[in-house]
């Protein structure tokens, strides 16, 4: 095995065990693995002075905000998005800042924040994901339109059971029960048996009044 293998397998295994150790966010922690996996192969073919000094400061970035202080997550942010706009920790620490500003109560500001990134980042993925977590903003502010409006032009997506959880989410507050439960059930048919958030898209689904579909082989 070539140590590019290698690392790739050892990477995969860190996203799996922040995955199990955080499983109560489910997009923050896509967001986050992603952003592990674009960091790392990004770290690998660029300068090292440059990516050392990037991967610091998002260090300082996420020490910061372990401790709840906003005034220096918003200077190291704008230090990223400034001199490191060319690496992925921008994009990871964007969307923590955005996070942090939500659980603030600060829902606008952190719209604010997550489209104007979702307008320059040019990684379709990224754009995607952070396209659903505007979708799921505006789900919190009470507006299923707009959510479903965040996610109309996403077609193709390797976040198929996130979009259609979403979809469901905003036929539900729109008193579209049974084209919820559409939703709900193709978003089910994509998740795989133990991922964490499984149980909670079939809870939404008998809210809606539908079936959990019977699990294969059953």
């Known amino acids: 095995m070539s140590n590019h293998?290698?690392?790739e397998y050892e990477l995969g295994e860190r996203v799996r065990t922040w995955?199990?150790?955080?499983?109560?966010?489910?997009?923050?922690g896509v967001a986050l693995g992603l952003g592990c996996i674009f960091a790392f192969q990004w770290w690998q073919g660029n300068g090292d002075k440059h990516k050392?000094?990037?991967?610091?400061?998002?260090?300082?970035?996420?020490e910061a905000?372990?401790?709840n202080d906003p005034v220096k997550t918003n200077v190291v942010l704008a230090l990223l998005e400034s001199k490191y706009?060319?690496?992925?920790?921008?994009?990871?620490?964007?969307?923590?800042?955005?996070?942090?500003?939500?659980s603030s109560g600060k829902?606008?500001?952190?719209?604010?924040?997550?489209e104007r990134h979702a307008?320059?980042?040019?990684e379709e993925s990224m754009k995607q994901l952070y396209r659903i977590r505007i979708a799921r903003l505006h789900l919190v502010d009470g507006k299923p339109e707009l959510a479903l409006k965040s996610v109309e032009a996403i077609k193709e997506s390797v976040y198929v059971a996130s979009l259609e959880e979403i979809r469901g989410d905003a036929q539900m507050a729109l008193g579209k029960r049974e084209l919820a439960s559409q939703y709900?059930?193709?978003?089910?048919?994509v998740l795989d048996e133990a991922a964490p958030i499984r149980s909670l898209v079939e809870l939404k689904l008998i809210d809606a009044g539908g079936t959990v579909p019977a699990k294969p082989g059953a």
């Open 19 to 28: 995955f199990k150790a955080n499983s109560g966010s489910l997009i923050t």
């Open 119 to 122: 307008a320059l980042v040019t």
């Open 5 to 7: 293998q290698i690392d």
């Open 107 to 114: 829902n606008a500001e952190s719209l604010k924040l997550l």
């Open 184 to 189: 709900y059930v193709k978003a089910l048919t």
């Open 65 to 67: 905000a372990e401790k």
């Open 52 to 62: 050392n000094e990037a991967a610091m400061q998002y260090q300082a970035f996420s």
């Open 85 to 102: 706009s060319d690496t992925p920790y921008v994009n990871l620490a964007v969307l923590r800042q955005a996070e942090l500003l939500q």
